[in-house]
């Protein structure tokens, strides 16, 4: 089992002519956590096993097989808010037009 924790930054460009550093953001390929499980199971088949373990043929045809299975969970993409400046009203918040016509909140 493996548990990451991680933020995947990426430098974009220049929020204007006179920076002299790049603009540091979230990437879009950042999945601050992500667990993996991994699981082996034995079959019981075979020499000194469970089943079919009298047979010498048998048991090197059915014996020495094993079942694997991978698990993986990730958090989602981070939400982004686009160029858009938070000031704390929730009621400024620019929205985006649609066929010209505006989804809600001020533009």
Same mark, same amino acid.
């Given at each position: 089992?493996?548990?990451?924790?991680?933020?995947?930054m990426?430098?974009?460009?220049?929020?204007?002519?006179?920076?002299?550093?790049?603009?540091?953001?979230?990437?879009?390929?950042? $999945?601050?956590? $992500?667990?993996?499980?991994?699981?082996l199971?034995?079959?019981?088949?075979? $020499?000194g096993?469970?089943?079919?373990?009298?047979?010498?043929?048998?048991? $090197?045809?059915?014996?020495?097989?094993?079942v694997?299975?991978?698990?993986?969970?990730?958090?989602?993409?981070?939400?982004?808010?686009?160029?858009?400046?938070?000031?704390?009203?929730?009621?400024?918040?620019?929205?985006?037009?649609?066929?010209?016509?505006?989804?809600?909140?001020?533009?």
């Amino acid at each position: 089992m493996s548990y990451t924790w991680s933020k995947t930054m990426e430098a974009t460009g220049f929020l204007n002519s006179t920076d002299t550093r790049l603009e540091e953001v979230i990437s879009t390929q950042d $999945r601050t956590h $992500r667990l993996a499980v991994v699981w082996l199971y034995e079959l019981p088949f075979g $020499r000194g096993k469970r089943f079919l373990g009298g047979n010498a043929a048998v048991s $090197r045809v059915v014996g020495g097989w094993q079942v694997q299975g991978i698990y993986t969970a990730q958090s989602g993409a981070a939400l982004g808010f686009g160029n858009v400046i938070f000031l704390g009203d929730l009621k400024n918040i620019p929205l985006p037009r649609i066929n010209g016509q505006s989804t809600g909140g001020s533009i």
